[in-house]
């Protein structure tokens, strides 16, 4: 099942330009994360939020989240080509029957940045 | 890759074939994850393991099966493959609901 689920499913912008990816989910959350997948590897983790935080940067990144709409957004300003992948928030689920936390993760948003 | 390697890199195999991909940490993590990535569905968790010995079925383990007898290999078995189980499997380490850490990736066609 997915929690998380990325808007919009496909991006595309001229460099320099700012991309803007929201991912909703379903369920109260422990944290949000944000990862980022070049083409042919794997994931590589961007940055983490927490329930009791309201945004975070990271570089040229910034992470929003909006815990009563369970709502996140991640803008990446002044994007290069490098920037070229596809962006999965993941959100944490727990399992009462388990005990165990796991990630879930979105099916992503595909960014092209043109040069 | 925070040293994870993942092998085989690639494989094609038959449908009915028996497959183990096999993942290698060097970081001495306690918890290993199995996903497999499929266009529309994103990382969908296989199996996941706590500790040498001690794993867990996660949400799409059917057909699957893991081993781990050492901290640092987790084996993912596909005992009889089939056409469903061509995907991109990742396998990853980390604390459950916290940062993870993703191998390379494994690549597999099943006939």
Same mark, same amino acid.
């Given at each position: 099942?997915?929690?998380?689920?990325?808007?919009?499913?496909?991006?595309?912008?001229?460099?320099?330009?700012?991309?803007?990816?929201?991912?909703? @989910?379903?369920?109260?959350?422990?944290?949000?994360?944000? @990862?980022?997948?070049?083409?042919? $590897?794997?994931?590589?983790?961007?940055?983490?939020?927490?329930?009791?935080? $309201?945004?975070?940067?990271?570089? $040229?990144?910034?992470?929003?989240?909006?815990? /009563?709409?369970?709502? /996140?957004?991640?803008?990446?300003?002044?994007? $290069?080509?490098?920037?070229?992948?596809? @962006?999965?928030?993941?959100?944490?689920?727990?399992?009462?029957?388990?005990?165990?936390?796991?990630?879930?993760?979105?099916?992503?948003?595909?960014?092209?940045?043109?040069? | 890759?925070?040293?994870?390697?993942? &092998?085989?890199?690639?494989?094609?195999?038959?449908?009915?074939?028996?497959?183990?991909?096999?993942?290698?940490? +060097?970081?001495?993590?306690?918890?290993?994850?199995?996903?497999?990535?499929?266009?529309?569905?994103? %990382?969908?968790?296989?199996?996941? &393991?706590?500790?040498?010995?001690?794993?867990?079925?996660?949400?799409?383990?059917?057909?699957? #099966?893991? #081993?781990?007898?050492?901290?640092?290999?987790? %084996?993912?078995? %596909?005992? *009889?493959?089939? *056409?469903?189980?061509? #995907?991109?499997?990742?396998?990853? +380490?980390?604390?459950?609901?916290?940062?993870?850490?993703?191998?390379?990736? +494994?690549?597999? %066609?099943?006939?």
């Amino acid at each position: 099942s997915q929690q998380g689920e990325e808007d919009p499913q496909a991006l595309s912008i001229q460099e320099g330009e700012n991309a803007t990816m929201n991912c909703s @989910y379903k369920t109260s959350i422990n944290n949000l994360q944000w @990862y980022r997948q070049n083409s042919g $590897r794997g994931l590589v983790h961007l940055i983490l939020i927490r329930s009791n935080e $309201r945004e975070k940067h990271s570089g $040229r990144l910034r992470v929003t989240l909006d815990t /009563s709409k369970k709502s /996140s957004s991640l803008l990446i300003t002044a994007s $290069r080509a490098a920037d070229t992948a596809s @962006y999965f928030c993941a959100t944490d689920s727990f399992s009462l029957n388990t005990g165990f936390q796991k990630l879930v993760f979105g099916t992503g948003t595909r960014l092209l940045v043109s040069p | 890759d925070a040293g994870i390697t993942q &092998s085989p890199r690639h494989k094609v195999t038959e449908t009915g074939t028996p497959v183990t991909l096999r993942c290698h940490q +060097t970081e001495n993590h306690r918890y290993m994850y199995w996903y497999r990535q499929d266009p529309g569905h994103g %990382l969908r968790l296989i199996h996941y &393991s706590y500790g040498v010995k001690d794993t867990d079925k996660g949400e799409v383990s059917d057909g699957y #099966s893991v #081993s781990r007898s050492k901290t640092e290999d987790f %084996l993912l078995t %596909l005992e *009889s493959a089939t *056409s469903s189980q061509t #995907s991109v499997y990742f396998c990853a +380490t980390g604390r459950g609901g916290e940062t993870q850490y993703f191998g390379p990736g +494994t690549r597999l %066609l099943v006939l």
